[in-house]
């Protein structure tokens, strides 16, 4: 489930996680195309522009940590979409990027709770877990049940 991101009441971008990575979508200005765009991702930023104009239109600290080899960015239908792996599989990110408005507690639960069933999913193959439901507050999915299971992408 998308969640958006607005200032002065227009949506900047959208973004949604899961268990192992975090997708932002951003409709850039009319007519630029993808070899226009200069992005930077690191570990703990995003800088986003289009190249020759001085001013970025992300200059952004993530709140927490992406593995950058694996994160990457497309142009996707119109779109910007950027796809970055989380470094700690399951952790479950408040935001997109620092300073910008946390989930409240209701969303943070959902997330917590889709997370946890695609965890639950992959430990059990074979299993649908697609409508399970929890009672009372969903655990923290990376850390539950002596947490996840080992992924050679995550050492």
């Known amino acids: 489930m998308r969640k ?11 973004w949604e996680q899961n268990l192992t990575e975090v997708h932002i979508w951003v409709k850039p200005p009319p007519g630029v195309r993808a070899k226009m765009i200069d992005c930077q991702i690191s570990a703990e930023h995003i800088d986003l522009g289009i190249t020759g104009v001085p001013e970025k239109y992300f200059n952004h600290d993530l709140p927490n940590k992406c593995k950058v080899d694996e994160s990457f960015w497309t142009m996707e239908d119109g779109e ?20 910008h408005d946390d989930m409240d507690p209701f969303s943070m639960q959902e997330v917590q709770k889709q997370i946890m069933r695609e965890r639950f999913s992959e430990e059990n193959p074979g299993f649908d877990f697609s409508n399970a439901d929890f009672s009372g507050q969903c655990p923290d999915p990376r850390t539950f049940m002596g947490g996840v299971s080992a992924d050679p992408r995550y050492r």
């Open 80 to 99: 910007l979409h950027f796809t970055l792996l989380k470094m700690t599989k399951a952790e479950t990110w408040t935001a997109a990027f620092k300073g």
């Open 4 to 14: 958006q991101y607005k200032h002065n009441g227009h949506v900047v971008y959208e």
